[in-house]
């Protein structure tokens, strides 16, 4: 096998516990806002030492590179950054008012939203192969939001909370995609998680504060060395051997993933409603991806 279809398996294995482990810094009584900026300011802390040593071949520190954006690179960036925050907060919140397997799945529409924005500001109109596996996607996202209404678990603004956090993601990427021209991956998620940190800080006497808990500080430190490094950062490493859409497919694992962790760590047993949302959900996402890749082929094609 690939060495880098397992780097992608770990990533998988990584991400899936995010929302576990959020759950477990809220209960354990954290905040929101908390839990983010301490995610992002660990994450970026972490990365700083690699970043700062300069390896054989190379004129200067790999951190050094983070100073070559240019002004709208760097303002790009910051908006990035900005959506990044607002995800994080609404994401966090919903897990707080939701099951988990319900909130990440919710979360994991963002390629629905990437596309509606990319229609509607980049006249980029979502393929039509791709268009059933949306509407699919939706009906299940209506079923999780149905469960909630029925009172049989979570509650509406959770699910709402969520997908609006898919939203902000979708934006992040969005910015992101702009931002990142000239930087190499490792020095701009450096740069990314240190202002999605600071906005967080100044955000936060807006967010109640900041809380954190000592038994808190073990799961936000989860977070950023095991989902956000050995998580995201995988998939950056492994987009290097491997094509965008086998991390996209791979990604969509998460939801099963987060499911398992949760009825592990803290019982959550999903209703046969919201499994039945949560699996259209994911079949819908799978869905647009291949009609996605259908599109693409027959544009290189031609």
Same mark, same amino acid.
């Given at each position: 096998?690939?060495?880098?279809?397992?780097? *992608?398996?770990?990533? $998988?294995?990584? $991400?899936?516990? @995010?929302? +576990?482990? *959020?759950?477990? &810094?809220?209960?354990?009584?954290?905040?929101?806002? @908390?839990?983010?900026?301490l995610?992002?300011?660990?994450?970026?802390?972490?990365?700083?030492?690699?970043?700062?040593? #300069?390896?054989?071949? %190379?004129?200067?520190?790999?951190?050094?590179?983070?100073?070559?954006?240019?002004?709208? %690179?760097?303002?790009?960036?910051?908006?990035?950054?900005?959506?990044?925050?607002?995800?994080?907060?609404?994401?966090?919140?919903?897990?707080?008012?939701?099951s988990?397997?319900?909130?990440?799945?919710?979360?994991?529409?963002?390629? !629905?939203?990437?596309?509606?924005?990319?229609?509607?500001?980049?006249?980029? /109109?979502?393929?039509? #192969?791709a268009?059933?596996?949306a509407?699919?996607?939706l009906?299940?996202?209506?079923?999780?939001?149905?469960?909630?209404?029925?009172?049989?678990?979570?509650?509406?603004?959770?699910?709402?909370?969520?997908?609006?956090?898919?939203?902000?993601?979708a934006?992040?990427?969005?910015?992101?995609?702009?931002?990142?021209?000239?930087?190499?991956?490792?020095?701009?998620?450096?740069?990314?998680?240190? %202002?999605?940190?600071?906005?967080?800080?100044?955000?936060?006497?807006?967010?109640?504060?900041?809380?954190?808990? /000592?038994?808190?500080?073990?799961?936000?430190?989860g977070?950023?060395?095991?989902?956000?490094? !050995?998580?995201? %950062?995988?998939?950056?490493?492994?987009?290097?051997?491997? @094509?965008?859409?086998? *991390?996209?497919? &791979?990604?969509?694992?998460? +939801?099963?993933?987060?499911m398992?962790?949760?009825?592990?760590?803290?019982?959550?047993?999903?209703?046969?409603?919201?499994?039945?949302?949560?699996?259209?959900?994911?079949?819908?996402?799978?869905?647009?991806?291949?009609g996605?890749?259908?599109?693409?082929? #027959?544009?290189?094609?031609?």
């Open positions: 096998m690939n060495p880098s279809y397992l780097l *992608v398996l770990l990533g $998988v294995a990584m $991400v899936s516990y @995010s929302g +576990p482990l *959020v759950k477990g &810094a809220l209960l354990a009584g954290a905040n929101p806002v @908390s839990i983010a900026m995610r992002m300011a660990f994450s970026a802390l972490l990365l700083l030492p690699i970043l700062c040593v #300069k390896r054989r071949g %190379q004129t200067e520190a790999p951190i050094r590179r983070v100073f070559s954006l240019t002004r709208r %690179q760097w303002l790009w960036s910051v908006a990035a950054s900005l959506f990044l925050a607002f995800h994080y907060l609404t994401w966090m919140t919903s897990l707080d008012a939701t988990t397997f319900a909130s990440v799945a919710l979360v994991c529409t963002q390629p !629905l939203f990437v596309a509606a924005v990319s229609g509607v500001v980049l006249r980029e /109109p979502m393929p039509k #192969k268009r059933p596996g509407a699919v996607a009906v299940g996202a209506m079923l999780i939001g149905l469960n909630s209404l029925t009172g049989l678990s979570g509650d509406i603004t959770g699910d709402l909370l969520a997908l609006l956090g898919a939203a902000c993601m934006g992040h990427w969005l910015c992101n995609r702009y931002a990142r021209r000239t930087t190499e991956a490792m020095p701009f998620a450096f740069l990314l998680y240190a %202002q999605t940190a600071l906005l967080l800080l100044i955000m936060s006497p807006l967010c109640g504060g900041i809380e954190v808990t /000592p038994a808190s500080l073990w799961y936000i430190l977070l950023a060395a095991g989902c956000t490094l !050995l998580g995201h %950062q995988l998939f950056t490493i492994a987009l290097g051997k491997v @094509s965008a859409t086998v *991390v996209s497919f &791979a990604i969509l694992g998460e +939801p099963v993933g987060a398992l962790w949760s009825m592990l760590m803290f019982g959550e047993v999903p209703t046969v409603l919201l499994l039945i949302g949560g699996a259209v959900t994911i079949l819908g996402l799978t869905l647009y991806l291949l996605s890749m259908k599109h693409e082929e #027959k544009i290189v094609k031609s």
